[in-house]
C-alpha cells in the first residue's frame, strides 16, 4: 500500500510495527497531518465557525479520516465540522449546494481519486467563492487550493519502491513493518 491513511483503524494492518499479513507499505500518517492542516486553516480564516470537509464516501479511508473528524468536539477544532460528499462529477453541483446552503467560508479538500481528478473544477468553484481551502496533498495546490500540508509524497514513492525491490528479491512483506513519513511538507498559493 501507498499513501494510505488510518491502515490500522480501516482494518488493512493489526500494527505498524506488524502487519501479520502479506500487506505493507507506507501509510501517509494523515490523522496526525489533518489537524495541522486544519490549524493552519484557522491562522487564515480566524473566527470560521464551520468548515466544510470535502470527501468522497465510497473511499473507505476518506470516510474513515471524516468519521473521525465527525468524533472529535467542535470545541477541540475550534469549529464545527459539515461534510460534504462528493463521489462522482454529478455529485459537485450537489455539493457546491450544501457549501453555499450552509453559508460555509473555509473548506478542507481530502485527496481522493474521485477529487483529484476534479481538481482543477473543484478549486474554481471555491475560489469563485472566496472559500479559503487546505488539503494534505500539495499538488492540489497547483489546481488552486490555497495551501496544503501533509507528507512528503516522494519520500513515500521512493520508499514504496525500495519495498518492491525488497519483495521482488524475496523478502515477505509481513517482515516488512508499515512505514510512516519522516518529513511534512507544505505549499500554498
Request: glycine share 6%; aromatic share 6%; proline share 7%.
Amino acid at each position: 500500500m501507498l499513501n494510505v491513511s488510518h491502515p490500522v483503524e480501516a482494518g488493512f494492518i493489526k500494527s505498524l510495527a506488524s502487519s501479520d499479513s502479506n500487506v505493507t507499505g507506507f501509510a501517509n500518517q494523515a490523522n496526525d497531518s489533518e489537524y495541522k492542516a486544519l490549524e493552519l486553516l484557522r491562522e487564515v480564516s480566524p473566527g470560521i465557525a464551520r468548515v466544510g470537509v470535502l470527501y468522497s464516501p465510497s473511499n473507505a479511508s476518506s470516510a474513515l479520516a471524516v468519521k473521525l473528524l465527525l468524533a472529535t468536539p467542535p470545541s477541540a477544532l475550534g469549529f464545527s465540522v459539515v461534510p460534504v460528499p462528493i463521489d462522482s462529477p454529478a455529485d459537485i453541483d450537489t455539493a457546491f449546494a450544501i457549501i453555499d446552503r450552509a453559508g460555509l467560508r473555509a473548506a478542507e479538500v481530502y485527496p481522493t481519486p474521485m477529487i483529484t481528478a476534479n481538481g482543477a473544477r473543484i478549486a474554481a468553484l471555491l475560489i469563485d467563492r472566496r472559500v479559503p481551502t487546505v488539503t494534505l496533498q500539495s499538488n492540489f495546490v497547483r489546481d488552486g487550493i490555497l495551501m496544503s500540508y501533509g507528507s512528503d509524497q516522494v519520500e513515500g514513492w521512493r520508499g514504496a519502491a525500495a519495498y518492491v525491490d525488497r519483495i521482488l528479491r524475496g523478502a515477505k512483506p509481513a517482515d516488512l513493518p508499515v512505514q510512516q513519513p519522516t518529513n511534512s511538507c507544505s505549499s500554498s498559493i
